[in-house]
């Protein structure tokens, strides 16, 4: 990065005019680098033509561009004073970004929005679809103590002015396998998340982590492996369209077809503006998912595979026969 600093103006002249809100514009490839107001409410942006094919050059320059002092003296960096810049390892379409632990400097609403302008300016590179952060080597996680994950542009909803760092309680109704791994089981779980995350997207992530210890006594078992990725999660029209990587089609665990399809369209279905589900993975929709359902077809709520959860009565006897058998043997 200190190299990078040194050939700064050179990028500049490939830049030409440099960046600004400029009335005209020089010929190449209009970028925007984004930028947090000093309120920590929003995000906006400025344009930048850079004269650069190169994919890792254009990556570290917009990276120097997201830590200069925007000329709009109302906003600051998307990587403020403070933070020193990340390490940049592309790896695929992803562009990971390994901060030091300064990066821990910064205010929870803050952060959100620095992590918006940094991933909507980099995933405008060619071939850059994802963005991935880590800290001193280890995955980012928010505050509620979930690995951030990797982050497309189309994560970050507009609040139209809200405080995007507002946190929101809701319950949801998550549907896990049962211990036979051929039905489900209901869960209702309380969660606390960052306003700003689409909820069908807080969805997915709650059915991707898995279940917790009561969850487990109420007879509630994980669905999807917890090394599955899910690449973006869309809602129109009613329907929600899932897009998760080729490890939602290598399921490892031990559950049917019908329940690991049926945990995520019944889950999703129970938001009110949700009716249907489609599936694809890497995008693609031309695919069948354990040689039974097509991902080309959208999928409505099956609720004939779920069963009762667990009561109190049910977790007690079962420890009573547990300890029975302890005794036994």
């Known amino acids: 990065m200190k190299a990078l600093k040194i050939l700064l103006p050179l990028l500049l002249f490939l830049c030409l005019i440099g960046c600004g809100k400029e009335p005209e514009m020089p010929a190449g490839n209009v970028y925007r680098i984004y930028m947090v107001n000093k309120e920590e409410t929003k995000v906006d942006f400025y344009e930048c033509s850079i004269e650069e094919d190169n994919q890792q050059k254009l990556l570290d320059y917009l990276l120097l561009q997201l830590q200069e002092v925007p000329q709009d003296t109302q906003y600051r960096a998307a990587i403020p004073d403070g933070v ?24 929870t609403g803050g952060e959100i929005l620095s992590r918006a302008a940094i991933v909507r300016t980099l995933t ?8 991935g952060f880590q800290i001193g080597g280890n995955a980012l ?5 979930m690995p951030v994950g990797i982050m497309r542009a189309d994560m970050f909803i507009d609040n139209n002015g809200k405080e995007i760092n507002t946190e929101e309680k809701v319950t949801l109704a998550l549907y896990f396998a049962n211990a036979e791994g051929n039905g489900l089981v209901r869960v209702d779980r309380d969660v606390i998340y960052s306003s700003n995350i689409p909820i069908e997207r807080l969805v997915m992530e709650q059915l991707i982590l ?6 487990m006594e109420m007879g509630a078992y994980p669905v999807i492996s917890d090394s599955t990725r899910l690449l973006s999660v ?14 939602f089609m290598a399921q490892t665990l031990d559950v049917t077809p019908e329940v690991a399809l049926y945990s995520i369209v019944n889950s999703l279905v129970e938001l009110s503006a949700v009716n249907r589900v489609q599936f694809s993975v890497n995008g ?8 039974k359902y097509s991902l080309s077809d959208s999928y409505d709520r099956n609720l004939e595979i779920v069963q009762p959860a667990k009561t109190e009565e049910e977790k007690e006897d079962g420890e009573e026969q547990t300890n029975e058998t302890i005794e036994t043997d």
């Open 84 to 107: 020193s810049l990340p390490e940049l390892i592309l790896k695929d379409e992803t562009a990971v970004l390994n901060f030091s632990e300064d990066y821990y400097n910064l205010s």
């Open 210 to 215: 898995g279940v917790n210890e009561p969850e």
């Open 141 to 145: 996680t928010s505050a509620t103590g």
């Open 234 to 247: 869309t809602e129109k029209d009613g329907i929600c369209y899932v897009n998760l990587d080729t490890g």
């Open 284 to 291: 693609a929709t031309n695919l069948v998912f354990r040689e």
């Open 124 to 131: 405008q590179v060619p071939g850059v679809m994802y963005c």
